[in-house]
């Protein structure tokens, strides 16, 4: 059976630092396009960052770069986002999802075909 199993989220005080696992299970996560998204209360759906399966660079969004970081463990099967320096504009619930989309999609949400059941971060003093 496919899962993604996100993990980590949580209160943290603005400043503080967070770090968001997504397990994969029944599939090789190296093999797809991974991407973290994120959804607060009201808001759209955004795409924070995405390792991509074609040339295994990650990218990251502008409103995160600098202070996030998404690295991917093959040997876990595992991908983590690293948050630090968090805000309260970075509350949210946070999805990891794998698709196949080309490169120029990646942060498109509408491309990926699985998705994880979110974790949701609280930045609040």
């Known amino acids: 059976e496919v899962q993604l199993q996100a993990s980590g989220g949580g209160l943290v005080q603005p400043g503080g630092t967070l770090r968001l696992s997504c397990a994969a299970s029944?599939?090789?996560?190296?093999?797809?396009?991974i991407s973290w998204f994120r959804q607060a209360p009201g808001k759209e759906r955004e795409w924070v960052a995405g390792?991509?399966?074609?040339?295994?660079?990650?990218y990251h969004a502008d409103a995160v770069k600098g202070r996030f970081t998404m690295s991917r463990d093959n040997a876990k099967n595992t991908a983590y986002l690293q948050m630090n320096d968090l805000k309260p504009d970075d509350t949210a619930t946070y999805y990891c999802?794998?698709?196949?989309?080309?490169?120029?999609?990646?942060?498109?949400?509408?491309?990926?075909?699985?998705w994880g059941q979110g974790t949701l971060v609280t930045v609040s003093s």
């Open positions: 999802a794998r698709g196949r989309p080309p490169l120029g999609s990646i942060r498109n949400g509408d491309v990926y075909t699985f």
């Open positions: 029944g599939f090789t996560l190296r093999t797809y396009t």
């Open positions: 390792i991509h399966a074609g040339n295994n660079h990650i």
